[in-house]
């Protein structure tokens, strides 16, 4: 058997291992991810029946831009991260992390140090503030030469077929590409 | 590897291999605008309840990496330019340390900034065997990444079952279907716009198609038990990984780097060594 062969052969490994797993088990009991404890639970439960899901669609001079052009990685930039500063907005501007950073480490460090922890963990009203400008300057570098006025906007768009954009839009915010 | 207990994985040829993959793997995410130096100094950070990354936050690494431009483009040339080193100098450790550190840094600074905390990890994984440079303990090592990757896709297996996903009637078509309602509209022909809507509108085919998926990932639990069926379990997981990439669009490149452990590595090796010996 492996473990045992690990045991014999590489006894510090084997220790960390059972470390590990110990962790693994631990952490999947609990239901929360820590890296490198990954959960691969992605797609387990079932999904919630719904006729139209909302989704953030970018707007220029009145027309859609298509975002599928772009890889994974950049859509996920460009929307899922809309997705973290709609989650802080809706939340009265105060992010959700900010409850658990007080469950966690109120009262447990100086007040000057809780200061300086809060401020590394939750997003300020400044940074808030700040995203729509961040979210144009990333715009223009996965579209270049896309210039101009672009409106971000949440849509329903139909769960069944076919499929179609719902023409009422909400905005979230406007930038200005250069 | 070969049979014998005391065959050891070829490290240098594997090394090679391993980093010039991931070197793709990295020029990938550079034409994707995918590196810390791309990203254009993002403000928001979404380190959620995970304690590493709480960790990683509380030192102000990732924020204070990509929020100052020259420190992110000298972090973006370090890791890739220790990654070629491993190419080219495989039997070292010190630069394959950087890498694995690189990499791991730049998951977590991309998550934290993209708000997504389930990114592509197939890139993370398989470099780590390669901080071991003995024979022995290198091959353990790699052993052991193996392991990893097969618990994992298991695990996920296991997750399908014990949360349901498995047995509900549409679970798959409402995946489809959300994960599609962004991308349908600018889909409308082609090849893989009839076969999501097919399976969208056909819940029955679709869940059938999860469970299949779901059977692939316990498949790997064979894994545990033998080394002799690795070649058809990395096919079936090639094949899970095209169809997510297919049916929902989830980034194929990022992940193919797991499917490294569960490759012929000796007989390739083996394979190469005779074309040298014969010229």
Redesign the interface.
């Known amino acids: 058997m492996f473990l045992s062969k690990l045991y014999r052969e590489w006894r510090l490994m084997f220790w960390c291992v059972l470390l590990f797993a110990a962790g693994q088990c631990f952490f999947m009991y609990k239901g929360i991810e820590n890296v490198p404890f990954f959960l691969y639970h992605m797609y387990a439960k079932p999904h919630p029946s719904a006729d139209s899901v909302t989704i953030f669609a970018i707007v220029q001079d009145g027309k859609r831009v298509n975002p599928t052009r772009l890889s994974n990685r950049e859509q996920e930039l460009l929307f899922n991260s809309l997705g973290a500063y709609l989650a802080v907005r809706n939340n009265s501007n105060t992010d959700p992390i900010d409850a658990d950073i007080a469950n966690r480490l109120a009262g447990r460090v100086g007040a000057g140090v809780y200061q300086t922890l809060f401020s590394r963990l939750s997003n300020s009203g400044a940074a808030l503030d700040a995203y729509p400008a961040w979210w144009g300057r990333y715009f223009r570098a996965v579209f270049p030469g896309q210039q101009g006025a672009i409106a971000v906007v949440q849509t329903r768009v139909s769960l069944r077929p076919p499929f179609a954009l719902s023409g009422q839009d909400s905005l979230l915010f406007n930038v200005f590409v250069p | 590897m070969t049979s014998t207990a005391a065959a050891y994985y070829p490290r240098s040829f594997m090394a090679r291999i391993i980093f010039m993959w991931l070197f793709v793997i990295l020029v990938y995410?550079f034409l994707?605008?995918?590196m810390v130096s791309?990203?254009?100094?993002?403000?928001?950070?979404?380190?959620?309840?995970?304690?590493?990354?709480?960790l990683l936050?509380?030192l102000?690494i990732p924020?204070w990496l990509s929020r100052h431009y020259w420190a992110a483009l000298g972090f973006d040339m370090l890791l890739t330019t220790a990654c070629l080193i491993c190419i080219f100098v495989p039997d070292q450790r010190w630069f394959t340390g950087i890498t694995v550190v690189g990499v791991?840094v730049l998951?977590?600074g991309?998550c934290t900034?993209?708000?997504?905390?389930?990114?592509q990890?197939g890139y993370?994984l398989p470099p780590l065997a390669f901080l071991a440079l003995s024979p022995?303990?290198f091959t353990?090592?790699w052993?052991?990444v193996r392991?990893w990757v097969c618990?994992?896709?298991v695990?996920?297996g296991l997750?399908?079952l014990?949360?349901?996903?498995f047995s509900?009637p549409?679970?798959m078509s409402?995946?489809l279907?959300?994960t599609?309602?962004?991308?349908?509209?600018?889909?409308a022909d082609g090849v893989q716009a009839p076969v999501i809507?097919y399976l969208?509108?056909h819940p029955g085919a679709a869940q059938w198609l999860?469970r299949l998926a779901t059977l692939a990932d316990l498949s790997l639990l064979l894994g545990f038990f033998t080394r002799r069926r690795d070649g058809w379990l990395a096919g079936i997981l090639v094949l899970f990984h095209t169809a997510n990439f297919f049916l929902l669009?989830?980034?194929f490149m990022?992940q193919s780097l797991i499917f490294a452990p569960l490759l012929p590595w000796a007989r390739w090796a083996a394979y190469f060594q005779s074309i040298k010996g014969n010229d």
């Not at chain 2, 014990?162 to 996903?165: E, F, L, R």
Request: charged residues 15%; glycine residues 6%; without cysteine.
């Open positions: 995410f994707h605008h995918g791309q990203w254009e100094a993002p403000v928001l950070k979404s380190p959620l309840s995970d304690n590493s990354f709480w936050h509380i102000n924020q791991w998951y977590m991309y900034a993209a708000g997504k905390h389930y990114a990890i993370l022995k303990k353990l090592s052993q052991l392991y618990f994992l896709y695990s996920a997750f399908k014990y949360y349901g996903g509900a549409d679970h409402r995946i279907a959300a599609n309602a962004d991308w349908l509209p600018y889909h809507r969208i509108e999860f669009h989830i980034s990022e």
